[in-house]
């Protein structure tokens, strides 16, 4: 499971994905925004996106891991 599965965030931020887990993962936007590549156990990644949207994205090593991440802007209501 991701966690969380749903996420807001302003333009700009700075979202961190940090694997917990003892096998790798990865996080893969649908739409090719972004892709963490592997991240092995106790490894990190971070993106800064700055175009509003919602970006669904998916671990393609446990493809039933899905989540979905919604930028807006910062003077936009949540």
Same mark, same amino acid.
Not at 12 to 31: M, Q
């Given at each position: 499971?991701?966690?969380?599965?749903?996420?807001?965030?302003?333009? /700009?931020?700075?979202?961190?994905?940090?694997? !917990?887990?003892?096998?790798?993962?990865?996080?893969?936007?649908?739409?090719?925004?972004?892709?963490? /590549?592997?991240?092995?156990? =106790?490894?990190?990644?971070?993106?800064?996106?700055?175009?509003?949207?919602?970006?669904?994205?998916?671990?393609?090593?446990?493809? =039933?891991?899905?989540?979905?991440?919604?930028?807006? !802007?910062?003077?936009?209501?949540?």
């Amino acid at each position: 499971m991701l966690t969380p599965a749903k996420l807001t965030v302003n333009v /700009g931020a700075e979202i961190t994905w940090l694997n !917990r887990d003892s096998v790798v993962h990865n996080a893969v936007a649908d739409d090719d925004a972004f892709d963490s /590549g592997t991240l092995n156990g =106790g490894d990190s990644w971070s993106v800064v996106l700055d175009q509003p949207g919602t970006y669904s994205y998916v671990c393609t090593f446990h493809p =039933g891991m899905e989540a979905t991440l919604t930028v807006h !802007r910062a003077d936009s209501p949540a």
